[in-house]
Every structure is written in structure tokens, then in C-alpha cells.
């Protein structure tokens, strides 16, 4: 099948070509807007610290120990214990509501820690936290000089997510490319003979003649 006769069919299914990815799209924006809550995005910075000296020529290394040591603050953030005294801190049965993300480079002593969930107040309050706590286990049981919170966490005042319009956009793609998909196979498996062109394909000769339709008088 060419480009030309797929847009040929496009046009005689027109209302379906229009129809369906305008039913996805409601269908899908009626979901988004009344059936998905709004989440908030709640983050706090730490800075990482093993040791200060005032000569410039060990600058370089401890830069370079206090990066190492932040990779493993890092997975400290993660660790079973950090998040179970968030959660008998702030009353929590579990933090699975929540979507909680870590984020350190090598090449920064600083570490990001991103709470998400529906209750800007609780997202904020897990997120320092958990730099708190952390703080504590890690110069506990790592040794770390100093894990200083940068910035505390405050409760957002407006919502991050869903992208509603984005589901909106998919969905009505999505409705477009399954309608053009029923076009495509019903018109394959449509096996009738429609125009001179489908007999010459067919039986591989030319027409030369053509017999009107008459319809006999009553």
C-alpha cells in the first residue's frame, strides 16, 4: 500500500480518523484530571565534609576523599535504617507512598535528596528527615566529619506532577495510530472488487470495455 492510498482511505474514514483519537483524549484527560492527584516534589541539598585544612596544597585531597565519602552518604539514604527512623520520627507506617530519589556526582560534595508525593507537608518533612538522620548515622558509623543541610526542604506550594497534557497528547497519538491501523487491516481483509483498477491488479489484463448498470422501469 502507498502513502497516497493510505490518505485515500484516511478520507473515507474520516469520522473514524477524527473520532477516535478524540474519545482517547477525553477518555484520558477525564482519568488525568479527576482520577490522578496532584503530586509535590520536595528536595534538600547536604554538603559533605572529612576534613578542612588550611593548606591550600591538600585542597586537592580532600576534595577528592570527600567526594568518595559522598558516594557512600549516598547509599546511606537508601539504607533500611535511615528510612525506618524517618518513619518512627514522623509516625509513618511506610514510606512506599512516597517516591524518594538520591542524587550525587563524583565530581560534587553535594548530594540532593527529592521526596515526592501527593502531601507537600509530608514530602518536605520526609526529606529532612532524612538529611537529618543521615547526618547523625553517618558521622555514627562512618566517621564523616560534617554532613551539613544546605538547604532544608520547604512544602511546595504548587503542584510537579501529573503531566496531564502530556497523557492527553499520547493518548489522542495513540487513538490516531489505532485508527489507522483499522483502516489498514479492514480494508485488507475487504476482498470485494471495487474499480476497474482492482480487476487489472487482479487478473493481470487490461479492461477494455465497460457494461453500464441499467435498472429496468417498474
Known amino acids: 500500500m502507498t502513502l497516497l492510498e493510505l ?15 478524540v474519545a482517547c483524549a477525553v477518555v484520558v484527560g477525564a482519568y488525568a484530571f479527576l482520577g490522578m492527584p496532584n503530586t509535590y516534589l520536595a528536595t534538600t541539598s547536604l554538603y559533605v565534609l572529612t576534613g578542612q585544612s ?26 533500611s535504617r535511615v528510612q525506618k527512623q524517618v518513619k518512627e520520627e514522623l509516625g509513618l507506617k511506610d514510606l512506599s507512598d512516597y517516591d524518594i530519589s538520591v542524587e550525587s556526582t563524583t565530581t560534587s560534595r553535594i548530594i540532593e535528596v527529592s521526596v515526592s508525593g501527593t ?13 537529618e538522620n543521615t547526618a547523625e548515622v553517618s558521622s555514627e558509623v562512618m566517621g564523616v566529619d560534617a554532613v551539613n543541610i544546605v538547604d532544608p526542604a520547604v512544602a511546595p506550594t504548587s503542584p510537579s506532577g501529573p503531566s496531564r497534557m502530556l497523557y ?31 480487476v487489472e491488479e487482479l487478473i493481470d489484463v487490461p479492461v477494455i470495455g465497460r457494461i453500464p448498470l441499467v435498472k429496468s422501469g417498474n
Open 7 to 21: 490518505i485515500n482511505l484516511m478520507k473515507k474514514q474520516l469520522r473514524l480518523m477524527i473520532f477516535l483519537p
Open 54 to 79: 588550611d593548606s591550600s596544597s591538600n585542597l586537592s585531597t580532600d576534595l577528592s576523599a570527600s567526594q568518595l565519602v559522598a558516594n557512600d552518604v549516598t547509599s546511606l539514604l537508601k539504607s
Open 168 to 198: 492527553i497528547a499520547v493518548a489522542a497519538m495513540g487513538g490516531l495510530f489505532l485508527a489507522v491501523a483499522i483502516v489498514v487491516v479492514s480494508d485488507m481483509m475487504n476482498t470485494r472488487i471495487r474499480s476497474a483498477e482492482d
Open 119 to 131: 502531601d507537600p507537608e509530608k514530602a518536605a518533612a520526609i526529606a529532612n528527615a532524612m538529611a
